[in-house]
Each structure stands twice: as structure tokens, then as C-alpha cells.
């Protein structure tokens, strides 16, 4: 006889859609609200979660923002179907590319205009 156990990290997305104007980019997009956690499982049937960890992206610029436990809760159990400007404060993910609006080319130098066609960046 012999047992399988194991354990995990998993990531997982609530039932949960909002559309807004993100803070970050003024532009319009969806706040999807995910569920980090770690698990143990018994023959790949998760048996216990610990380490739960909410978080809310935006669908426009990937920002991100962490959410309370107690939010986090509530949207999971499906008894909060928006969220306020209170509960939300993103961080913009650091993107490294820069791309022409006028051609298309895209670097991850610092340049200050495009070198292929020479329009500022």
C-alpha cells in the first residue's frame, strides 16, 4: 500500500467582474478579483488551504492591488458585488518596453525616440 500527498501553491479567479475607469491609465477596464493560497493534498484532493491572499487586477494595465481578508471573504462568498475607491489602491505593473506609436517598433533601451523611424517615443 502506498499513499500520494503532496502540496502547493495555486492561484485561483473569483466570480467577481466590475467595470470601472482605471486610476492608473484613465482608461476603461475590468477589476478581476484572484485568490492566492497554499494547499495540502491526499491522493490530489486538496484537503487543507492556508496562506490565503486576495488580490484585484485590472484588465486594461495589469495593475494590481491587495485586498483584506475580510473583502476578500465576501467576495468569495458572493455578497459583494462592487468595490469602492476605498478598498482599491494599484500599483502599476513596471513595463520594460517602449513601442512607436507610428511604427510599431518596439525596444527596451532608454531611448528617447524610435530607431527606425524617428518619431519621439
Not at 497554499?38 to 490565503?52: A, E, M, T, V
Not at 475607491?85 to 527596451?108: R, V
Request: with cysteine.
Amino acid at each position: 500500500m502506498f499513499f500520494i500527498m503532496g502540496g502547493g501553491t495555486d492561484t485561483r479567479q473569483l466570480n467577481f467582474d466590475q467595470t470601472v475607469i482605471c486610476k492608473c491609465c484613465q482608461k476603461y477596464g475590468h477589476i478581476q478579483v484572484f485568490v492566492t493560497y497554499s494547499y495540502f493534498s491526499f491522493f490530489f484532493i486538496p484537503l487543507f488551504k492556508w496562506n490565503k491572499h486576495y488580490f484585484a487586477k485590472m484588465s486594461c494595465c495589469n495593475s494590481t492591488s491587495e485586498l483584506s481578508k475580510e473583502v476578500g471573504r465576501e467576495i468569495e462568498k458572493g455578497n459583494l458585488t462592487s468595490l469602492g475607491e476605498d478598498f482599491l489602491y494599484f500599483h502599476q505593473a513596471h513595463n520594460p518596453w517602449k513601442c512607436c506609436s507610428n511604427c510599431g517598433y518596439c525596444t527596451s533601451e532608454n531611448f528617447d525616440f524610435c530607431p527606425k523611424c524617428g518619431r519621439p517615443f
